[in-house]
């Protein structure tokens, strides 16, 4: 069962940057694609990167291209989401997501941290 847990959430303020990391356990993480989603209040849950299992493609929502950047160390079992020029519209709770690679879906979610930027 693989479990993820993120963190680096908070408050800044806009054209701020903020780096947020999703621990993996369990085991098999170099077999998982990682992706990272949002939800603003009031909005649906949109994807806003994925990285497949040997860092070697990346995959950005357009809103972010240019600002954000999805990378993972699969010694340390972890993912990064490193967030530049951030921006008011850009506050969510941001949740981790794992899938095997064979899978079609994301099965496996973290609980979620919250990202505010100030305007």
């Known amino acids: 069962q693989v479990q993820l847990v993120e963190s680096g959430g908070g408050l800044v303020q806009a054209g701020g940057s903020l780096r947020l990391s999703c621990a993996a356990s369990?085991?098999?993480?170099?077999?998982?694609?990682m992706a990272w989603f949002r939800q603003a209040p009031g909005k649906e849950r949109e994807f806003v990167a994925a990285i497949n299992w040997s860092g070697g493609s990346q995959y950005n929502t357009d809103s972010v291209k240019g600002r954000f950047t999805i990378s993972r160390d699969n010694v340390k079992n972890t993912v990064y989401l490193q967030m530049n020029s951030l921006k008011a519209e850009d506050t969510a709770v941001y949740s981790c997501?794992?899938?095997?690679?064979?899978?079609?879906?994301?099965?496996?979610w973290g609980q979620g941290t919250q990202v505010t930027v100030s305007s």
């Open positions: 369990g085991g098999m993480f170099s077999r998982l694609t």
């Open positions: 997501a794992a899938r095997f690679t064979w899978a079609q879906r994301y099965d496996y």
